[in-house]
Structures are given as structure tokens and as C-alpha cells.
């Protein structure tokens, strides 16, 4: 199929992009736009020209797929399409309808003239690709659209309606309704008034204050931009559009930091997650037009931390949903809870007072059962204990009507087990959420082994409406989140064994980039938390070894925050983790009980440590086909257990250090003395990978 069109209308020739999705600017698509403007330059019949796309989208901008390859540069590229345009003798008018992003943008700036829908939504986005806009987009928008106006676009990448920017140079006309004919009604007319091309790059870029304007930016973006580099170089290319005595020198100094940028593994990071978040719905046997079941209503079962924050999660998007408990004082303070959560939220700002009763109005409480079985889908969040959760899914089953949708959140238990207490395992479906659950992207969708097809394009939609990021999990212990978590507390705890403390740890990882070390953490989710689940597992498999330093603590009463002490104490009114000598006598003890003489760790170890024990567990849970790919256990570190966007995930992180180093490394963690040789023996994929030199991703 072509990638565009080519057709004259009396004297106007019209280009017409179509390149699915989004008209991205690879290399084909530039090609053919170079073809049919040199064609429309060399037929004498033609006088005008337009440059338009589809009725959603003009362009979104480069095909970011080329970025990793040589096709980036391969001609024409970008700049000398843009280049052909603006230098062409035929006037072109870009009609923009849809997105016009990046690269689009950036095209449609070398047109001599732009109208467009006002509804068309304008952005260069480069700065979340990690990148700045490498096509001449930081020296022509500030000359269109002011210095200030451009440089927020360009900083923040902020998409806005064509309708905003409708007073600047960079729109000659809005068009209401119909953008090609509008496009030939404004080729026809600037051809009677006989008016000059016009070239932004001829328009001046300045501003009353630069250098202080500048300054004022830097200072502000540097301490948002955290481990980024693209903020502050879009200030200096902007900066450039101002300061360079010629128009090419400031491109010439945009291209420079583009090259730059584009091979930064910030950058790279922020590519893969791209792709990554919508490859997560991608599910191979389960197409996207599989027919999902209406969701008009929902219930949630126990008002909990978690139950509180789901029904919550619905109330936002506007679905009615009811919260069962099991006595009345539970439901009363959850409902009290959840009230306390909307009012904190009003306090600051974030919600009114209205949307606050409005969404009061959609949470119905309820005792009964009888009142639930209409909702389409019921979410079960009750205490992680398979003998209530029996319980709870056998009424399910006996009162919900035919075909809703019974999910658990269970953040460790098999949920085939789970299914297998109803008579319809079909229907049923693991949502783990992640706490607090009203405010954290993730949500894992746990298919059970007999979980029917629609039921799981059902609630893979559902996440898209609940605004949640869905990645398919397999059924196994902990899924795929708290699986490999298991395994990086566990060296954590080894660590403290060998001679760390909880302080080391958390200080090396969190410089590293995680949110919170492994202690803060715990001592946030509730200690107690792991040692139910410990002491499960030590039920099921009595030779397992114990955590004896995390279980003295929980036998302690050191569950964490809440309890004012944990891996560390807490000042009431403080959140801040403060280093407890009772907590490291503990340690002292442990090792001296164990024989091991403390050495000292550097910090180095304790990351390669830690992240190499996420990668091994990742790379079995691949291999079992418990995530689907590589990229969806990426996206469950990034949105739900605060991996460093700049390192883009465990699995491309290990990508990135290259899997013979991570494989070799984990061989010398094998050898050290008192080291557990199975834990750091690497998964056969690994090994595979690493011989073949190949990545995960
Ligand atoms: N390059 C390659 N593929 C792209 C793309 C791009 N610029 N933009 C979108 N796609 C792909 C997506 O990966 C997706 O592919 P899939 O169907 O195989 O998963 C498909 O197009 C549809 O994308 P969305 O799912 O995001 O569709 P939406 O309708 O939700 O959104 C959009 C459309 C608003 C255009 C959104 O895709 C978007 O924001 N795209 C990115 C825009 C962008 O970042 N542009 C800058 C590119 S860098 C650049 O131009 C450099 C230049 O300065 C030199
Ligand atoms: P919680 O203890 O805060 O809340 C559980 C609620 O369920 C209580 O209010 C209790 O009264 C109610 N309940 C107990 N039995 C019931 C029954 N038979 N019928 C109706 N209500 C009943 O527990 P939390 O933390 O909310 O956890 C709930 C589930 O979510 C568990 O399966 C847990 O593993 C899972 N989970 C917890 C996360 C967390 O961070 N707390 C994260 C993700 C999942």
C-alpha cells in the first residue's frame, strides 16, 4: 500500500499522507513526500501545493522504531525533507488535522503556510522520548509562537488544541469542519491576493530578557529534571534559537544535542517504555476485537486497605460500586476511611467539594449479599487466608447473576484454587492491585488457567477506563511483582547477615535510583505483611530456610510505620526512617548465632546484588511464561515498585549492562564464601541469552 497520495486539482497538487498508525516519518513516508513535492515542482500546471493527513492524525512525528537503526539517517532524512519545502518556490500549506506531534510538527513549521482543524492537537513531545526536537522544531517554534510559549511546549511536551495557539504565527487559518476543501479554498486565495511564501525561519527569535529568562528557566527545570538530561538541553537549543547569529547555527546546535540525546541510555530507557505500555495489551491469543462484557456497575468485597482503594478506583471513573463487609463496624470505618481520602484530596486542591459528594453518592455500603449480585464484576479483597476467601467465593458463586465477572485480589494465593471453589471458574480472574490502590498505575490481571478469553479482554479494557496499566500475569507465587520482590528482599537480608545494615542497603539502592530501599519499604507496606506470608511458606515447605532477622523483628512488634517502629524507628508525625541500634544488636546477633564474620560491602555489590536477584527471577518467570514478555515485567517495576524510569526496568537494565556480565557476575556472587550457589546459579534463559549474546527485550 502506498504511503501517500499524489493528486492535482486544477493548479493545486494535494499530497495526502497515509501511512497507518499515525503517519510516522520513516523512511518510506519521507520518501514519497519528497517524490511528490519535487513532482509538483516540475509540473508547470501546478502552483500550490498541500501537505495533509488523515482525519485523525497529520503525523506524529519520526518513526521512533528508526532511532535504533541507521534508517534515522538514511536520505532524505527529516531535515532535508523540511529543507526541500521551505526552499522550495511553490508555496506548500500543511492542513493539519488530528495529532501533529514531534516531527509532524516539525514538518508542517517548514511549510510556508498552516491551517488546520482546531481541534488538532499540536505538541512536540521529544522531551518524553528523552529527547528534544531534532528537526528544526526548538528554532522555528519559538519564532512562530514566541520564546516562553515555545519553550513550555518543548520542556513540559504538552500537547494543546491547535485553538490555543490560534493568535501566533503558527496558524494562518482554523478551519471548522472540512480541512481539505478548506486547504484548496486557502491555496486558491493566497494564489489571487498573489501572497509571498513565507518562512519562519526569516522571522526574528528574541526576547526582552534572555539571559535572565534563560537562568530563571535552567534553575527551575534542573530540579525536576532529575536523572534526565533532555530538559536542560531543550533549554540550550532554545536558548541557541536566540543567541546564534544565523538560523543555521542554531540548528546546527539543536542537531548537536540531538545526536546527543538520542544515544543516552535515559533516552533509550524512555523509548523501550514507549513501546512497552502498549505492547502490555498485546495478549497473542486473545485479539483485540475479542467481544468483552458490559461493566456498568461494580462490587468490592471487604473495606480494607486495599477494598477501600479499589471501590475508590471506581468511583473516580464513574462506575456505582458497593462495598460489602463482613461486620458493620469494618464497613463504617472503611467508608470513614475512604471519606478521609476524598477530603484530604479536596484540602489540597485536587478534587472539589462537589466531585467529593458525587463520588461519595456512586460507594454503596452494604452487609447483604443480596444487594451485590446484579454488578457485572465483584472484586474480592478480603484477608489473604484461602479458608476466607473460600468461603467468600462459594456465596459468590451461589448469588451473582450469570456471567459477572468474580475477581480476586489476592496478592500471593493460586488463584486456580480460588476458581475451582465456584462453578463457574471461567468467570473468574485475578486484579492485583497495588497499594494504595487509588492512586498506583499498576494493575496485574491474573489469568487463570481456565479464565475465559472474554473475561480477560473485559477487564484489560476495564484497566484502560480505571486508568490503570494492565499486565497479564500467570498463575504462580506472587505472580510476577512480588515473586521477584521475594527474591530481592531475601539478598537483602543475606546483605544484613554478611555485614550491611538496613541503612546501607536502602541509601546504595535509593542513589541507585528506587524509590525506597528494601527496609523503608517494608517498614511502609507493614512487615507483618511478609511474615504472614513467611510463615505460610514455612508451613508448606518446613526445610525452607528462615528470615531469622525480619521474624525477630515481627515477633517484636516492629511491623513498620504504623507501629512507630520497624527496621528503623519512627518519631510520631515523622515520616523519616531513623537508624535504631536495638535493630542492629539484632543483626549483631543473628550473625554472631550464625558464625559469620561481618565483612564490609560496598555499595556497588549491594545494587548488582539486589537488581541482579530481580533479573534471575524475571528471566524464570519468562521462561515459565508467567509475563508475556520481557517488557511487561519492565512495566510492573516501573508502575508498581519505583524502578528508576531512567533505567527502564530490570530486564532492560540488564539488557543495557548485557546479560554476559549480568550471567558472569552472578557466577562470582556464587563462589563467595557462605553464598547460596542455587540462588545465583543463572536461569537457563539467561545463560541461553547471554551465550547467544542476545538481550531480553
Ligand atoms: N513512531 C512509531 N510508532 C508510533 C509513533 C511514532 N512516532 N507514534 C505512535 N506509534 C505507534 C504506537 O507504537 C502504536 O503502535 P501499535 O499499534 O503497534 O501498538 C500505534 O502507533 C498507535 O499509537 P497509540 O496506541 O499511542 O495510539 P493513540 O491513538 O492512543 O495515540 C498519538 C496517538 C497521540 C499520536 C500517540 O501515539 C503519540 O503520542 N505518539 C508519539 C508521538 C511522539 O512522541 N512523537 C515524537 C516522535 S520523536 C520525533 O519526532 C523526533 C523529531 O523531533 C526528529
Ligand atoms: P485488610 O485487612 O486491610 O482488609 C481486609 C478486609 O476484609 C477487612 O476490612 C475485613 O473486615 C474484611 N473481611 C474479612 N473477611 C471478610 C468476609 N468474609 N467478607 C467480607 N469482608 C471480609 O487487608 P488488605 O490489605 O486490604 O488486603 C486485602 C487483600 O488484598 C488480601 O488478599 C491482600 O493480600 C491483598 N493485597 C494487599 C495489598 C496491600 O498492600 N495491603 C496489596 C495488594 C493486594
Not at 374 to 402: G, R, S, W
Amino acid at each position: 500500500m502506498s504511503v501517500s497520495h499524489y493528486r492535482v486539482h486544477g493548479q493545486i497538487a494535494v499530497i495526502a499522507m497515509n501511512h497507518p498508525p499515525v503517519n510516522g516519518l520513516g523512511l518510506a513516508l519521507r520518501r514519497a513526500l519528497l517524490d511528490g513535492l519535487d513532482r509538483a515542482e516540475a509540473d508547470p500546471a501546478v502552483r500550490a501545493i498541500v501537505l495533509i493527513g488523515t482525519d485523525k492524525v497529520f503525523s506524529a512525528g519520526a518513526d521512533i522504531h528508526e532511532f535504533n537503526s541507521p534508517l534515522m539517517r538514511a536520505e532524505p532524512t527529516l531535515h532535508t525533507l523540511i529543507d526541500a519545502i521551505e526552499r522550495g518556490t511553490k508555496p506548500v500549506i500543511a492542513a493539519i488535522a488530528g495529532a501533529c506531534m514531534g516531527g509532524g510538527l516539525e514538518l508542517a513549521l517548514g511549510c510556508h503556510f498552516r491551517i488546520a482543524r482546531a481541534d488538532a492537537q499540536i505538541a512536540l513531545p521529544e522531551v518524553k522520548l528523552g529527547l528534544l526536537p531534532g528537526a528544526g522544531g526548538t528554532q522555528r517554534l519559538p519564532r512562530a509562537v514566541g520564546v516562553e510559549t515555545a519553550l513550555n511546549l518543548i520542556v513540559s511536551g504538552a500537547t494543546v488544541p491547535a485553538q490555543q495557539l490560534s493568535q501566533t504565527a503558527l496558524f494562518d487559518a482554523l478551519v471548522a469542519d472540512d480541512l481539505a476543501s478548506g486547504a484548496l479554498a486557502f491555496a486558491e486565495k493566497i494564489l489571487a491576493e498573489g501572497i509571498a511564501l513565507k518562512r519562519i525561519r526569516d522571522l526574528p527569535c528574541t526576547h526582552p530578557d534572555a539571559e535572565a529568562y534563560f537562568q530563571f528557566a535552567r534553575h527551575h527545570v534542573r530540579s525536576s529534571a532529575g536523572a534526565f538530561p533532555a530538559p536542560l538541553k531543550c533549554i540550550d537549543a532554545v536558548a541557541a534559537a536566540v543567541t546564534s547569529p544565523t538560523f543555521d547555527a542554531g540548528l546546527a546546535a539543536e542537531r548537536e544535542a540531538f545526536a546527543y540525546l538520542v544515544q543516552t541510555p535515559e533516552s533509550k530507557a524512555l523509548r523501550h517504555v514507549f513501546f512497552a505500555e502498549r505492547a502490555v495489551t498485546k495478549i497473542p491469543d486473545v485479539p483485540e476485537d475479542t467481544p468483552t462484557r458490559p461493566i456498568k456497575t461494580a462490587a468490592v468485597i471487604g473495606a480494607g486497605t486495599m477494598g477501600g482503594g479499589i471501590a475508590m478506583t471506581f468511583a473516580n471513573a464513574g462506575i456505582p460500586v458497593s462495598v460489602l463487609e463482613i461486620k458493620a463496624e469494618a464497613l463504617e470505618r472503611g467508608l470513614a476511611t475512604i471519606r478521609k481520602n476524598y477530603e484530604s484530596q479536596v484540602k489540597k486542591g485536587k478534587l472539589g467539594a462537589d466531585a467529593l459528594a458525587a463520588r461519595m453518592a456512586l460507594i454503596q455500603p452494604t452487609l447483604d449479599y443480596a444487594h451485590i449480585r446484579d454488578a457485572d464484576i465483584v472484586i474480592e479483597a478480603v484477608f489473604e487466608d484461602m479458608d476466607v476467601k473460600k468461603a467468600v467465593f462459594e456465596k459468590l458463586d451461589a448469588v451473582m447473576k450469570p456471567g459477572a465477572i468474580l475477581a480476586t485480589n489476592t496478592s500471593t494465593l493460586d488463584v486456580n484454587r480460588i476458581a475451582a471453589f465456584t462453578t463457574r471458574p471461567e468467570d473468574v480472574v485475578g486484579t492485583h492491585f497495588f497499594s494504595p490502590a487509588n492512586v498506583m498505575r499498576l494493575l496485574e490481571i491474573v489469568r487463570g488457567e481456565k479464565t475465559a478469553k472474554d473475561v480477560l479482554a473485559t477487564v484489560m479494557k476495564l484497566a484502560k477506563t480505571l486508568k490503570k496499566l494492565p499486565v497479564v500475569a500467570g498463575v504462580c507465587d506472587g505472580f510476577i511483582g512480588n515473586r521477584m520482590i521475594h527474591r530481592y528482599s531475601a539478598e537483602a537480608m543475606r546483605m544484613l547477615l554478611e555485614g550491611a545494615l538496613p541503612q546501607q542497603i536502602d541509601q546504595a539502592i535509593e542513589r541507585w535510583g528506587m524509590a525506597m530501599g528494601p527496609f523503608r519499604m517494608s517498614d511502609l507496606a507493614g512487615n507483618d505483611v511478609g511474615w504472614l506470608i513467611r510463615k505460610r511458606h514455612y508451613a508448606e515447605r518446613p526445610q525452607m530456610p528462615r528470615a531469622v532477622i525480619a521474624d525477630r523483628l515481627c515477633e517484636r512488634g516492629r511491623f513498620g510505620q504504623k507501629t512507630g517502629k520497624g527496621w528503623y524507628a519512627y518519631r510520631t508525625g515523622d515520616r523519616t526512617a531513623y537508624p535504631d541500634p536495638e535493630v542492629e544488636q539484632l543483626i549483631v546477633d543473628a550473625r554472631r548465632e550464625a558464625g559469620i564474620a561481618p565483612r564490609r560491602i560496598d555499595d556497588g555489590e549491594i545494587v548488582e546484588r539486589l537488581i541482579y536477584a530481580l533479573v534471575n527471577e524475571g528471566a524464570r518467570i519468562l521462561e515459565e511464561g508467567i509475563a508475556l514478555r520481557a517488557s511487561d515485567i519492565d512495566m510492573v517495576y516501573l508502575n508498581g515498585y519505583g524502578f528508576p524510569l531512567h533505567r527502564g526496568g530490570p530486564m532492560f537494565y540488564a539488557d543495557t549492562v548485557g546479560l554476559y556480565t549480568v550471567a558472569r557476575r552472578m557466577r562470582a556472587f556464587a563462589r563467595q564464601p557462605g553464598a547460596d550457589a542455587a540462588f545465583w546459579t543463572p536461569a537457563p534463559l539467561l545463560e541461553r541469552l547471554a551465550a547467544e549474546g542476545k538481550t531480553f527485550n
